[in-house]
Structure formats: C-alpha cells, structure tokens
C-alpha cells in the first residue's frame, strides 16, 4: 500500500456508502472514523466503488482539497450578459 496522497484523506467504501477518511490507510474490514463523523467498517470489493457517495463526506473532501464544490461557488456573469 502506497502512502503518498494526492489530498489528506482517502475514499474508503463502507456501510453501503463512499465514505472518506483522514486515516492514512485502511484495510477490508477495518473500522475507521470517516470525515463526516460516521465510524464505519471498510469494504475493498469492486462494487463497492461503486456505491453512492457520502455527501458530508464529500463536502469535507473538498474544504480539505481546496476545490470548491460544484454549484457552490459565487455567480459568475459574464459581462456579455445581455448583449446576446
Ligand atoms: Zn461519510
């Protein structure tokens, strides 16, 4: 298992959800505490992936990476706006 991370926290499928964790690694079965509060118990299986994500989950994932969600930053009008 690599270390090294893009951003301070992991994806890690658990309790039917793609939850996220600070945890610096985590393995099948292991409980961690997830960036929306939730402890929860990780499943490494290829469905899993795919389930829906954790949405405190990923709000938090992006105030720790720095990117703002979509939708959520300020309105942007163009300048052109009306002019069309
Ligand atoms: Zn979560």
Do not use: I, N
């Amino acid at each position: 298992m690599s270390t090294w991370r893009t951003y301070p926290f992991s994806w890690v499928p658990a309790a039917g959800q793609r939850h996220a964790t600070a945890a610096p690694g985590w393995c099948h079965g292991e409980r961690v505490v997830a960036l929306c509060g939730a402890g929860v118990e990780a499943v490494d299986s290829a469905q899993a992936w795919l389930w829906w994500t954790c949405p405190r989950c990923d709000v938090k994932a992006h105030e720790l990476a720095g990117v703002p969600m979509p939708g959520s930053g300020p309105v942007v009008v163009s300048r052109w706006a009306g002019v069309w």
